[in-house]
Nanobody, 131 residues
Framework: QVQLVESGGGLVQPGGSLRLSCAAS????????IGWFRQAPGKEREGVSC????????YYADSVKGRFTISRDNAKNTVSLQMNSLKPEETAVYYC????????????????????????WGKGTLVTVSS
């Protein structure tokens, strides 16, 4: 069975850091891209960062570039997202997702595009950025 399980969420002060982890089981990361999406209250799910399992290519949303880093450990079948200098507006549920497209196409997916090419989602982990 395919499973994606997120961990590492919690409460952090503005400017603080968190490291999220996505543990995959039931498949190998070698053949899929993995992405991190987030959904804040009242807003649509948006791509944060994605990584290719084939060549290690990465993609970052402009809003997080320079502050977030995505990484992959195929041996452990995990993908992590290091988040630094967190902002209150980045409070959201963060989801790990398996993709069947390039990271460039995957991470710009929106509700309008329908998140096509993404077949399995984790249940999410809540990140709250507040004083």
């Amino acid at each position: 069975q395919v499973q994606l399980v997120e961990s590492g969420g919690g409460l952090v002060q503005p400017g603080g850091s968190l490291r999220l982890s996505c543990a995959a089981s039931g498949f190998t990361l070698d053949y899929y891209s993995i992405g991190w999406f987030r959904q804040a209250p009242g807003k649509e799910r948006e791509g944060v960062s994605c990584i290719s399992s084939s060549d290690g290519s990465t993609y970052y949303a402009d809003s997080v570039k320079g502050r977030f880093t995505i990484s992959r450990d195929n041996a452990k079948n995990t993908v992590s997202l290091q988040m630094n200098s967190l902002k209150p507006e980045e409070t959201a549920v963060y989801y790990c997702v398996r993709g069947m497209t390039t990271v460039q196409r995957m991470c710009v997916a929106t509700e309008v595009s329908g998140y096509s090419g993404m077949d399995y989602w984790g249940k999410g982990t809540l990140v709250t950025v507040s004083s």
